[in-house]
């Protein structure tokens, strides 16, 4: 009898139906390790599963990647929760994933939150312990890895936002064995050095595994014993690492950590140009005000009338002149009335107005004759006429 | 470091210029004072950011010493 040959499809037909039959192949949980991963552009995932000694294809479609909580890599431990089944196209079996998880995750948050909450306890993460971070750096130091996008993303933003930027570039590993050790010796170089103002720590998103490294005792002890100030930015916004808490200040991500380490020198100048103007303002403002006070107090009563009181004891003054030369001028009109009337009599009583009428006074040596008793014969006596004295003899005496 | 301290001591001297300016209530003398040296700092500033240097440089350590290369 001629056997049937069949065709390569109802071959593969049937053992697909045969594998998809099998209940345990239908829910299969596996654990191994990523390599050979690409993930193609329509959104879903191809690589091999694999250990020491064997490999298995896996698929994981769009749909089921949305449950994704870290970006699949080679080299990563994973467990996967799958159907195994045919592809019958390529007759390959393979794992259609629908789920996927680190291995040894659990492991890993454990001992993470083991040292989060002794380092906590320390008071490593203390807002008091904390430093500035300079607004102006001199230097900015940067610690990451020499390739990848975090370096070229830090100078990107720093340079734009200021032109002048001064970065020093310390390469470090940042994920695998001995990380940990190059990141505390380039902390604890940069302070040795005294090689920059403020450093930023960096590295880009990864698996918890990747940053590990950044979870390490002896780093979060180098953030904490650093005096240059530490900005630290590991991993995505979601992602936290012991780090971050020990850090003086945790960045979402290596691009705003460069913002937070640099200031924006437009902002900056236009800052110093408006505290200028402001200045200006304030100084008009005060002339202005002073100005003012200045011209309300010489228009004010204190200012006013004082000249007015001056004014006013002038007029005083002149008064009181004025009266007094009225009164000097009425005491002299006065005294000349009295005179001219003194004098007036006088010179009725005067006898040289009898003279001057024909009258004589007869003088014996300055004494005034007034009778004949008073004379002798031959005594010489003087005739006091109105214009002159005539002397002569008595020569008779006559009764 | 220098450039640093001073930049910040400066931005904030210029905040509190700023703050007694506008209170007003410093004398017409002072507040010149005050503002001449508010104008003094404020090019001091200018300076430091215009007199920077832009350098990239990634730093090499061999054994115990430093070198500095451009990047």
Same mark, same amino acid.
């Given at each position: 009898?001629?056997?049937?040959?069949?065709?390569?499809?109802?071959?593969?037909?049937?053992?697909?139906?045969?594998?998809?039959?099998?209940?345990?192949?239908?829910?299969?949980?596996?654990?191994?390790?990523?390599?050979?991963?690409?993930?193609?552009?329509?959104?879903?995932?191809?690589?091999?599963?694999?250990?020491?000694?064997?490999?298995?294809?896996?698929?994981?479609?769009?749909?089921? &990647?949305?449950?994704?909580?870290?970006?699949?890599?080679?080299?990563?431990?994973?467990?996967?929760?799958?159907?195994?089944?045919?592809?019958?196209?390529?007759?390959?079996?393979?794992?259609?994933?629908?789920?996927?998880?680190?291995?040894?995750?659990?492991?890993?948050?454990? %001992?993470?939150?083991?040292?989060?909450? #002794?380092?906590?306890?320390?008071?490593?993460?203390?807002?008091?312990?904390?430093?500035?971070?300079?607004?102006?750096?001199?230097?900015?130091?940067?610690?990451?890895?020499?390739?990848? %996008?975090?370096? =070229?993303?830090?100078?990107?933003?720093?340079?734009?936002?200021?032109?002048?930027?001064?970065?020093?570039?310390?390469?470090?590993?940042?994920?695998?064995?001995?990380?940990?050790?190059?990141?505390?010796?380039?902390?604890?170089?940069?302070? #040795?050095?005294?090689?920059?103002?403020?450093?930023?720590?960096?590295?880009?998103?990864?698996?918890?595994?990747?940053?590990?490294?950044?979870?390490?005792?002896?780093?979060?002890?180098?953030?904490?014993?650093?005096?240059?100030?530490?900005?630290?930015?590991?991993?995505?916004?979601?992602?936290?690492?012991?780090?971050?808490?020990?850090?003086?200040?945790?960045?979402? &991500?290596?691009?705003?950590?460069?913002?937070?380490?640099?200031?924006?020198?437009?902002?900056?100048?236009?800052?110093?140009?408006?505290? =200028?103007?402001?200045?200006?303002?304030?100084?008009?403002?005060?002339?202005?005000?002073? =100005?003012?006070?200045?011209?309300?107090?010489?228009?004010?009563?204190?200012?006013?009338?004082?000249?007015?009181?001056?004014?006013?004891?002038?007029?005083?003054?002149?008064?009181?002149?004025?009266?007094?030369?009225?009164?000097?001028?009425? #005491?002299?009109?006065?005294?000349?009335?009295?005179? &001219?009337?003194?004098?007036?009599?006088?010179?009725?009583?005067?006898?040289?107005?009898?003279?001057?009428?024909?009258?004589?006074?007869?003088?014996?040596?300055?004494?005034?004759?007034?009778?004949?008793?008073?004379?002798?014969?031959?005594?010489?006596?003087?005739?006091?006429?109105?214009?002159?004295?005539?002397?002569?003899?008595?020569?008779?005496?006559?009764? | 470091?220098?450039?640093?301290?001073?930049?910040?001591?400066?931005?904030?001297?210029?905040?509190?210029?700023?703050?007694? /300016?506008? @209170?007003?209530? /410093?004398? /017409?003398?002072?507040?010149?004072? @005050?503002?001449?040296?508010?104008?003094?700092?404020?090019?001091?500033?200018?300076?430091?950011?215009?007199?920077?240097?832009?350098?990239?440089?990634? /730093?090499? @350590?061999?054994?115990?010493?430093?070198?500095?290369?451009?990047?």
């Amino acid at each position: 009898m001629k056997p049937t040959a069949i065709t390569v499809s109802e071959l593969n037909k049937y053992i697909k139906n045969k594998v998809d039959a099998d209940e345990y192949l239908n829910n299969v949980y596996i654990k191994g390790e990523i390599s050979n991963f690409k993930h193609h552009y329509t959104g879903h995932m191809y690589f091999t599963l694999k250990d020491e000694k064997s490999l298995i294809k896996c698929v994981m479609f769009k749909a089921a &990647t949305s449950t994704l909580t870290f970006m699949p890599k080679d080299g990563m431990k994973v467990l996967i929760l799958g159907t195994v089944s045919i592809y019958e196209a390529g007759g390959v079996y393979q794992i259609y994933c629908k789920a996927m998880q680190e291995d040894g995750i659990g492991d890993l948050y454990k %001992a993470f939150e083991e040292l989060k909450e #002794k380092l906590e306890k320390e008071g490593l993460f203390d807002k008091a312990h904390k430093k500035k971070i300079p607004i102006m750096p001199n230097t900015i130091g940067v610690l990451t890895s020499q390739t990848g %996008a975090v370096i =070229r993303d830090i100078i990107n933003v720093s340079t734009r936002r200021n032109p002048n930027v001064y970065i020093k570039l310390y390469p470090i590993p940042v994920q695998g064995k001995g990380a940990e050790i190059k990141i505390v010796e380039a902390i604890e170089t940069m302070n #040795k050095y005294k090689l920059s103002d403020v450093i930023i720590l960096a590295r880009g998103g990864g698996s918890l595994e990747d940053l590990w490294p950044f979870n390490e005792e002896i780093v979060a002890r180098a953030i904490y014993a650093s005096e240059i100030p530490i900005i630290s930015a590991v991993g995505h916004e979601t992602d936290f690492t012991i780090a971050d808490f020990v850090a003086d200040l945790r960045a979402p &991500t290596p691009s705003a950590a460069a913002e937070l380490a640099q200031v924006d020198v437009k902002e900056i100048e236009e800052k110093i140009n408006s505290y =200028r103007n402001r200045f200006k303002i304030a100084l008009k403002k005060k002339v202005e005000y002073m =100005r003012l006070r200045y011209e309300k107090a010489l228009a004010s009563k204190v200012f006013k009338e004082p000249t007015q009181k001056i004014n006013e004891y002038y007029m005083n003054i002149d008064i009181k002149l004025k009266n007094m030369e009225v009164i000097v001028q009425n #005491k002299i009109k006065e005294a000349k009335l009295k005179a &001219t009337n003194s004098i007036a009599r006088l010179d009725t009583l005067s006898p040289l107005k009898t003279l001057v009428r024909g009258y004589s006074i007869v003088e014996e040596k300055g004494k005034v004759i007034k009778s004949i008793k008073q004379v002798q014969e031959n005594d010489i006596i003087t005739v006091r006429m109105y214009d002159g004295r005539i002397s002569t003899k008595v020569q008779k005496v006559e009764e | 470091m220098e450039r640093t301290n001073s930049f910040e001591e400066n931005m904030q001297n210029l905040e509190n210029i700023v703050q007694e /300016l506008e @209170k007003g209530e /410093l004398n /017409l003398e002072d507040s010149i004072k @005050k503002f001449e040296e508010g104008i003094e700092i404020s090019k001091k500033c200018n300076e430091i950011l215009e007199n920077a240097e832009k350098k990239i440089t990634i /730093l090499i @350590k061999k054994e115990d010493e430093i070198t500095e290369e451009n990047m």
